[in-house]
């Protein structure tokens, strides 16, 4: 495990950066960058499940469990070569940072659309009990609109035809 993975590892690289098309100096660029992070995740992974298979997993079962480990390091071992085209492993800080200034600046909308509400509903109060006819319902929404810019009201309101 200690002298024969850094080959295997090596080897690795170099047989998938030539299918992929990579030349050389790439080649050599993913080595230098990517064999001794697999070389860590080598000995620890296989350490620890061989030290399981040999240790809890009946003999005729052995051989199978090798295949299944086989497989996760497989996947282990191709997410370390491709790391760049799957992003680097997220920040959970930076994440929740981000996630709080979206919630602040949701929180600051929520309170202008509140505020533009709280206004439209004193100015709706404003009304006398005899502007309520439809005839001057939307010149007052259309003088409603051209006071205060802010809120904005479908031109269908003002216009008074229906929406």
């Known amino acids: 495990m200690l002298l024969f993975m850094p080959f295997i590892i090596n080897v690795y690289f170099v047989m ?3 299918l992929e098309g990579k030349n050389v100096e790439q080649i050599k660029g993913k080595i230098k960058e990517s064999v001794l992070p697999s070389w860590i995740t ?7 499940a061989q030290l399981i298979n040999f240790s809890f997993v009946p003999i005729q079962y052995q051989t199978m469990t090798v295949f299944f480990n086989n497989t996760i390091w497989n996947s282990l071992i191709s997410i370390i070569n491709h790391q760049e085209e799957y992003g680097k492993p997220v920040d959970v800080k930076d994440l929740e940072a981000e996630l709080m200034k979206k919630d602040v600046a949701h929180e600051k909308e929520m309170m202008l659309l509140q505020e533009q509400i709280s206004i439209l509903e004193a ?4 009304i006398p009990a005899d502007a309520h006819s ?10 409603l609109n051209k006071q205060n810019s802010r809120l904005a009201l479908p031109h269908a309101l003002c216009d008074g035809r229906p929406t």
């Open 123 to 126: 100015q709706l109060r404003q």
């Open 134 to 143: 439809q005839s001057s319902l939307p010149i007052f929404l259309m003088d």
């Open 42 to 48: 080598a000995l620890g992974f296989w350490t620890a």
């Open 16 to 18: 998938i950066g030539t």
